[in-house]
T-cell receptor, first 116, second 112 residues
C-alpha cells in the first residue's frame, strides 16, 4: 500500500538553528499538509499546499515557517530559527485529487523534533 | 470555530470485550469524518472514513457511525484484542476550510 515517507524520524537541534523536515507524499496525490502534535496535546493543523502554493495556514504557521515542493516528489517544512516550543512531532499528510467526500488523508510516521 | 471532543480520555478493558469510543463536534457542516489509530510515538493510521451523507462504515471488527445533525460519531470495536491497544483519534473535515480538526483521542488498553 502506498505510504507517505518522512525523514528524519528524529531530529535534535539547538535553539535558533534552522531545520528542514522532509516528506515524500504518495505519488498521485495533489494536496499536501503539515500537522504537528506537541506531547500530550491534540494534533494541530499547520499548512495545506496545492498547485505549488499555500492554500490555507493556521495561526501557528508564522513567518518562521515555510513550505516548499522543490521537485516532483519532495515536500519540505522549514523552521528558520527554532524555539523550545517548536519541540513536537511533525506529521506530513497527503490526499489524492478528487471529491473531498470520498478521499481521506494519508499520514506519514512523523518526525520528532527536539529543540534544546 | 469547530471543536472536537472525545470521551473517555482513557479506557481499560479485558480481552474479548466489545467497546464504544465517542466523538462529538460542534459544527455539523462537515464533509467527512475520519478515525485514526496512533501507536505510542508513531504516526497516524487511517481506520475508517465516513462521508457526511453516510450513517456508518465497517472494516473488519471496526464499525463507525455518524450522526451529523447531533454532531456525534462512535467507533465500535468488537471482540477487543491486546493488539488494539493504542490511541484512537477522531478528526472532522470542515466545509469551511481545508484542514482536518482533531480530537485529543481515547487511549485504549486491552489486557490479556
Amino acid at each position: 500500500e502506498p505510504e507517505v515517507t518522512q525523514t528524519p524520524s528524529h531530529q535534535v537541534t539547538q535553539m535558533g538553528q534552522e531545520v528542514i523536515l522532509r516528506c515524500v507524499p504518495i505519488s498521485n496525490h495533489l494536496y499536501f499538509y503539515w500537522y504537528r502534535q506537541i506531547l500530550g496535546q491534540k494534533v494541530e493543523f499547520l499548512v495545506s499546499f496545492y498547485n505549488n502554493e499555500i492554500s490555507e495556514k493556521s495561526e501557528i504557521f508564522d513567518d518562521q515557517f515555510s513550505v516548499e515542493r522543490p521537485d516532483g516528489s519532495n515536500f519540505t517544512l522549514k523552521i528558520r530559527s527554532t524555539k523550545l516550543e517548536d519541540s513536537a512531532m511533525y506529521f506530513c499528510a497527503s490526499r489524492r485529487r478528487g471529491n473531498i467526500l470520498n478521499y481521506g488523508y494519508t499520514f506519514g510516521s512523523g518526525t520528532r523534533l527536539t529543540v534544546v | 470555530k469547530q471543536e472536537v471532543t472525545q470521551i473517555p480520555a482513557a479506557l481499560s478493558v479485558p480481552e474479548g470485550e466489545n467497546l464504544v469510543l465517542n466523538c462529538s463536534f460542534t459544527d455539523s457542516a462537515i464533509y467527512n469524518l475520519q478515525w485514526f489509530r496512533q501507536d505510542p510515538g508513531k504516526g497516524l493510521t487511517s481506520l475508517l472514513l465516513i462521508q457526511s451523507s453516510q450513517r456508518e462504515q465497517t472494516s473488519g471488527r471496526l464499525n463507525a457511525s455518524l450522526d451529523k445533525s447531533s454532531g456525534r460519531s462512535t467507533l465500535y470495536i468488537a471482540a477487543s484484542q491486546p493488539g488494539d491497544s493504542a490511541t484512537y483519534l477522531c478528526a472532522v473535515f470542515n466545509q469551511a476550510g481545508t484542514a482536518l480538526i482533531f480530537g485529543k483521542g481515547t487511549t485504549l488498553s486491552v489486557s490479556s
